[in-house]
């Protein structure tokens, strides 16, 4: 099975989550990362540290986490872990944020040249952006934005996705936006608002979002079938991948399960290929 995804071909529809994955090294003795779409936790400029202790909690609707973007800083990891991705056959997809509209063009600008790059993901949609003072993208326009700084900056080869939040109410808009203003895939999904214990701004992932991103899938396919739509959220089992296929996506990324199961994408790949 291969597959091409906003011009990066694959070895199958199933994708590694930002954030999911570690520095690749993690996952390496569990996974064949040959020919895998690997993404990225998502970097910034400069390091940053992240947030305070505990940053991950298992809670009975899925996990939550506050990690603060914590992440080496977009230079240490093109000289240290992008070139072990590579020579490890993974496509490599950097995810990022950035604090401003300049921000986002000089980061595309250092990633452009990086040898065996696959492509970019944009992350607009993460529960950590404040921490880092990451650019306000929850208009559409201002996502385009941020989008079209990054578009012109990207070779042409190298491709684009943009990750917007599954809000029932302007995914649609949002993907649109995006996909008008240069982003060759949306990824649809990734953590819902929540709240830490102790009252900490917080993401909640894993099985209890499923729902809510399949109806975000299945509401932009409908609606612009044009933009092409990576499902990310709960998926721990092959139904769950077919079930987004269904709806419209044309791949799906597995995170939390990976915590899991850190073999759930081989198990995945396998059953789709075994699939008629």
Not at 16 to 22: K, R
Not at 75 to 94: H, K, N, Q
Not at 193 to 205: F, K, N, Q, T, V
Not at 212 to 229: C, Y
Request: proline content about 8%; some cysteine; glycine content about 10%.
């Amino acid at each position: 099975m291969s597959d091409v995804l906003a011009g990066l071909r694959l070895a199958h529809p199933v994708m590694v989550a930002s954030g999911c994955g570690g520095t690749g090294r993690e996952l390496a003795p569990y996974v064949d990362l040959d020919g895998l779409a690997f993404v990225t936790r998502t970097l910034t400029r400069e390091p940053h540290p992240g947030s305070a202790m505990p940053r991950v909690l298992e809670s009975p609707s899925g996990l939550l986490h506050a990690v603060g973007l914590h992440n080496p800083g977009i230079e240490v990891f093109l000289s240290d872990e992008l070139p072990w991705l590579v020579r490890a056959g993974a496509r490599v997809l950097v995810s990022f944020c950035a604090t401003s509209l300049g921000e986002y063009a000089e980061l595309t600008r250092l990633l452009a040249g990086a040898p065996g790059l696959g492509g970019v993901e944009v992350n607009l949609a993460s529960p950590d952006a404040d921490a880092v003072g990451a650019f306000d993208a929850r208009e559409p326009f201002h996502a385009a934005s941020a989008v079209a700084a990054v578009r012109r900056e990207l070779p042409a080869d190298l491709a684009l996705l943009v990750k917007v939040r599954p809000d029932p109410v302007r995914v649609v808009e949002t993907a649109r936006a995006v996909r008008d203003a240069g982003a060759g895939a949306v990824v649809v999904g990734g953590a819902l608002a929540a709240a830490m214990p102790d009252g900490r701004p917080a993401g909640l992932s894993g099985p209890a979002i499923r729902p809510v991103t399949l109806a975000a899938t299945r509401a932009v396919r409908r609606a612009a079938p044009e933009v092409p739509v990576v499902a990310c959220g709960g998926v721990t089992a092959p139904e769950h991948v077919r079930a987004y296929l269904d709806a419209g996506a044309v791949a799906v990324q597995v995170g939390t399960g990976l915590l899991h199961d850190p073999t759930l994408i081989t198990r995945l790949a396998h059953d789709l290929e075994e699939t008629p």
